[in-house]
C-alpha cells in the first residue's frame, strides 16, 4: 500500500490482556493451579458444575486484582458482583463461566507508556476476574478433539483498554508495560507461550478527521508482541483496502495466522449467541473494606516507573540506561540495591548491563541464579574509583574470580591475586623510562607528531607492569615522558 493511501486513514486499537493469576488454587474452588501436569488431574466436582455444589471466591485472586488496579491508576469498586456468561463448548464442563459483567473491581485506570521519545497515556476501561475456560486440542492427522480441563477455572484478571492505541508500536509497547507490571507484582509469570498472558486486539480505521470510529474488528490466537503487531498491521491495510475499493468492513471475530502474517475470518459478530449475562446466584456480593484496600496499596512493590523515575532522576541515568534496567524484574531490584551501596551509579549500570548481564546470557540463567551478591560488586567498583585497580584487570581477572569464589570480598580476593595497581610513582615512572628507552624510533615519531602512538606506549608499560598500573597516573607519566 503507497503511503499516500495510508496516510488518509487512522487506526484505532482497543487491547483485551487475559492474565492467569499465580495463585495456588482455582477462582472457585480448591483445586490445585498448576501448569503442566497430566491432563485431566486438577479436577473436583466443583470445576465440573456438579448438581449441588457451591463456589467460593479465591481471597487471593481478588487481591492480585485488587494490586493490578493499583498499579494501573484505576478506581476500586468495593461492592462486587459476580454473573454467569453462559455459552456451551467442549471445554466449558459447567456450560458456563462465573466472570463479572457490569461491576468490575477495577475501572477508569490509565496506563502511560514510553514511545520513542514520548510518553502517551492509555486509558484502562476495566479489570475484572473470571476463570479460565479449559483447553481443546487437535493434532495433526487426527479427527478428533481432545479436552484437557486443568485449565478451567484458573483466575483470570482481562485487561480491557480504551480505544486509544494508535500504531502497532505503540500496541506492543503498551503490552511489554502489562506485561511488566504483572511480573513486578508477582501476580502472573507473563508466559504468553504458555498461554498465562493472551491477547486480543479490536481494531478499525477512520479517516482523518473523522468524529466516528469505523467499524471494528476482532483479532484472536496472537501468541506474541510481535505477532500482535503484525496483526494490526496486516488488519489495517486490509481494512484501508477494503474501503478504497468500496467495500465495507464487516463487524467479525478473525484469527491470525503466524506462518503467513495474515488474519482470516471466523465469525460473524452479527450471528454470535447472547451471553445471557444474570447474577451469579451462589456467590454472595464481595465487599472491599478500607481497611482491607489500604492492605494491599501497603503491600506493593516498586513498580517499573518508580523505578524508571529514580533511575533517571535521582541517579542521573540516560533514558536508555533506566529502560534496560528495569526491563526484567530481577535486574532492576539489583540494581536498585547497588546503587544504594555505591556513589558511582553509572559504573554501576554499566557493570550491570555488561559483565554481569554477559555471564547470565552465556549460561541462560536468571538474575536468581548469579552467585554475587551486590556488595561484593560495589566493592569491585570501589577498588576501581580508589584507583587500586583498573577496569580491565577487575573485569577479566577479579570478577571471574569471585563468581568462581562467591564468598570472597573483592579487597580482599585483589590482594590474595597480587592484582592491587602499583601506586609508586617513582617505579612506575621507571617503567615508563624503560618503554621510552626500548622504543627511540618511535619517541622521535610521536615527537614528530604522530600522537597516536601514544596507545602502543600504554600497552607496552601495561605489559610491563601485568596490567596492575593505575591507568589515570600511568597516562600522565607517559605523556610527561613523552613530551618531555
Known amino acids: 500500500m503507497d503511503e499516500a493511501t495510508l496516510a488518509k486513514y487512522q487506526p484505532v486499537i482497543g487491547l483485551e490482556v487475559h492474565a492467569q493469576l499465580l495463585t495456588h488454587s482455582k477462582m472457585y474452588s480448591s483445586d490445585e493451579n498448576e501448569y503442566g501436569v497430566a491432563p485431566n488431574t486438577n479436577l473436583s466436582v466443583i470445576t465440573l458444575g456438579h448438581p449441588g455444589t457451591l463456589p467460593m471466591v479465591n481471597r487471593t485472586a481478588v487481591e492480585f486484582a485488587m494490586k493490578m488496579g493499583l498499579a494501573t491508576n484505576c478506581q476500586i469498586r468495593r461492592d462486587n458482583l459476580f454473573a454467569r456468561k453462559n455459552y456451551f463448548y467442549p471445554d466449558l464442563p459447567k456450560g458456563y463461566q462465573i466472570t463479572q459483567d457490569k461491576t468490575p473491581i477495577c475501572y477508569d485506570g490509565h496506563l502511560e507508556v514510553r514511545v520513542g521519545e514520548e510518553t502517551k497515556r492509555i486509558g484502562i476501561t476495566r479489570i475484572h476476574m473470571e476463570e479460565d475456560a479449559g483447553k481443546s486440542m487437535h493434532l495433526a ?281 602499583q601506586a609508586d610513582n617513582g617505579e612506575l615512572a621507571g617503567l615508563v623510562q624503560q618503554v621510552l628507552d626500548a622504543n627511540p624510533a618511535k619517541v622521535a615519531e610521536y615527537r614528530a607528531g604522530k600522537k597516536s602512538l601514544t596507545g602502543m606506549f600504554m600497552g607496552e608499560l601495561m605489559k610491563l607492569t601485568g596490567g596492575k598500573a593505575d591507568p589515570k597516573l600511568a597516562n600522565q607519566l607517559l605523556r610527561a615522558g613523552l613530551d618531555g
Open 141 to 421: 492427522g487426527e479427527t478428533e478433539t481432545l479436552v484437557d480441563l486443568n485449565r478451567a477455572g484458573v483466575p483470570l484478571i482481562e485487561i480491557v483498554s480504551e480505544p486509544d492505541i494508535r500504531t502497532g508500536d505503540e500496541a506492543y509497547t503498551y503490552l511489554t508495560e502489562i506485561k511488566k507490571l504483572v511480573e513486578y507484582l508477582g501476580i502472573c509469570d507473563g508466559n504468553m507461550e504458555e498461554g498465562s498472558l493472551r491477547c486480543d486486539a479490536n481494531i478499525s480505521v477512520m479517516l482523518k478527521g473523522a468524529d466516528k470510529f469505523g467499524m471494528k474488528v476482532e483479532v484472536k490466537n496472537m501468541n506474541s508482541f510481535r505477532n500482535v503487531q503484525r496483526a494490526i498491521a496486516y488488519e489495517v491495510e486490509r481494512q484501508i483496502n477494503l474501503l478504497e475499493a468500496g467495500g465495507e468492513v464487516v463487524s467479525e471475530t478473525r484469527g491470525f495466522d503466524a506462518a503467513s502474517g495474515t488474519t482470516n475470518g471466523q465469525r460473524s459478530k452479527e450471528t454470535l449467541n447472547d451471553y445471557r449475562y444474570f447474577p451469579e446466584p451462589d456467590l454472595p456480593p464481595l465487599v472491599i473494606s478500607d481497611e482491607w484496600l489500604h492492605r494491599v496499596a501497603a503491600e506493593l512493590p516498586a513498580l517499573p516507573q518508580q523505578l524508571y523515575s529514580r533511575f533517571t532522576g535521582e541517579l542521573g541515568l540516560s533514558s536508555y540506561d533506566a529502560s534496560v534496567l528495569i526491563d526484567q524484574k530481577e535486574v532492576a531490584l539489583f540494581f536498585d540495591d547497588l546503587s544504594r551501596l555505591t556513589p558511582n551509579a553509572k559504573a554501576a549500570a554499566n557493570w550491570v548491563m555488561g559483565p554481569v548481564k554477559s555471564y547470565l546470557n552465556e549460561r541462560a540463567l536468571t538474575m536468581a541464579d548469579f552467585p554475587l551478591d551486590a556488595a561484593q560488586l560495589a566493592g569491585i567498583i570501589e577498588l576501581i574509583d580508589a584507583g587500586k585497580i583498573n577496569y580491565s584487570v577487575a573485569s577479566k581477572q577479579l570478577f571471574p574470580h569471585l563468581l568462581e569464589h562467591p564468598t570472597a570480598n573483592a579487597t580482599g580476593a585483589a590482594e590474595s591475586l597480587g592484582l592491587l595497581t
